[in-house]
Nanobody, 128 residues
């Protein structure tokens, strides 16, 4: 069983930065793809970024390209999302997730049903 816990969310002004952390436990974790998703009020959950054990990354969501950076520390079973130049439209609950496979494929990496385990989420609010 894998358990995930996100932290690092909060209130930040437009243009500011936050770093989210996902701490994980579980025997399967170290070899799996991990990802970040987000869900804004009234909207469906959407893909943000993902990363494999070796550091391979599929394309970021268009809305965050050039502003967000995903990374992971396998020794610590931890994944990060550095969010820069935040905008009000980045306001959402951010979730980390562990994928079903050790690799990503172009047609599925952004689909939430490709991920088996989810954290409880951390709220990010971007507002002046």
């Amino acid at each position: 069983q894998v358990q995930l816990a996100e932290s690092g969310g909060g209130l930040v002004q437009p243009g500011g930065s936050l770093r989210l952390t996902c701490t994980a436990s579980g025997t399967r974790l170290s070899s799996s793809v991990m990802g970040w998703f987000r869900q804004a009020p009234g909207k469906e959950r959407e893909f943000v970024a993902a990363i494999t054990w070796s550091g391979s990354k599929p394309p970021y969501a268009d809305s965050v390209k050039g502003r967000f950076v995903i990374s992971r520390d396998n020794a610590k079973n931890t994944m990060y999302l550095q969010m820069n130049s935040l905008k009000p439209e980045d306001t959402a609950v951010y979730y980390c997730a562990v994928g079903r496979t050790t690799y990503w494929t172009p047609s599925t990496y952004y689909k939430d049903d490709e991920y088996d385990y989810w954290g409880q989420g951390t709220q990010v609010t971007v507002s002046s």
